[in-house]
């Protein structure tokens, strides 16, 4: 199956820093990218929907200003936590539709932790 | 009522079992449906993917789409430690790019030694 890249898989940050979580999609190219945020023993909440060149599309209660999302290339987008507070720290997960838009392929998540 | 239902277990078996997981949804568009494995703070990993209704057999999986039900499900047999995850049901209308799935709450297994 397709591979999608995630790094890193934890980071651990100081209250107020902003941290950038890497998604690169490494055998095919993906227009579009979508990101989730996971809580314990929960399912996958759907944050935003990446669009390469263009910006990307927010869920309702989603902080756009606290949840860049940059999609520069058809292989990478980025998550960066702007300002982060302990309520941040989370597991966020990328995704990306395979080379024939049938199969969504994760990478592995990023464990936050806000101090 | 959610799109998906799934029930969340948990589900604790011995080793060797067969093991059922089972969702139901509500939107008869859903055309694209799959099973993904999630170890604990892992990635999801896409375990199963059917098209329309039908089944799927891949080694000790099998997948079972019944579109005219709305009832899929996943059956795993000689169950092994190893198969200890949590199991998310998950299904898509299109496939395009920009084509979003629904999940189930998932199901989390625990094969016991």
């Known amino acids: 199956g397709a591979v999608v890249s995630q790094h890193p898989s934890r980071v651990i940050c100081k209250s107020g820093t902003s941290v950038k979580i890497e998604c690169r999609s490494l055998?095919?190219?993906?227009?579009?990218m979508f990101w989730y945020r996971q809580f314990p023993k929960k399912s996958l909440m759907l944050m935003a929907t990446s669009n390469e060149g263009s910006k990307a599309t927010y869920e309702q209660g989603v902080e756009k200003d606290k949840f860049l999302i940059n999609h520069a290339s058809l292989t990478l987008s980025t998550l960066t936590v702007t300002s982060a507070h302990p309520e941040d720290s989370s597991f966020y997960i990328c995704s990306a539709n395979g080379p024939l838009n049938e199969k969504l392929f994760f990478g592995s998540g990023t464990q936050l932790s806000v101090l | 009522q959610k799109e998906v239902e799934q029930d969340p277990g948990p589900l604790s078996v011995p080793e060797g079992a067969i093991v059922s997981l089972n969702c139901t949804y509500s939107n008869s568009a859903f055309q694209y449906f799959m099973w993904y494995r999630q170890y604990s703070r892992k990635g999801p990993e896409l375990l199963m993917y059917?098209?329309?209704?039908g089944n799927k057999e891949d080694g000790r999986f099998t997948a079972q789409v019944d579109k005219s039900s709305k009832y899929i499900s996943l059956f795993i047999r000689d169950s092994q430690p190893s198969d200890s995850a949590t199991y998310l049901c998950?299904?898509?209308?299109?496939?395009?790019?920009?084509?979003?799935?629904?999940f189930g709450e998932g199901t989390q297994l625990t094969v016991n030694p």
């Open positions: 055998d095919f190219q993906a227009t579009t």
């Open positions: 998950a299904m898509k209308r299109g496939a395009t790019s920009g084509s979003r799935l629904t």
């Open positions: 059917t098209y329309s209704s």
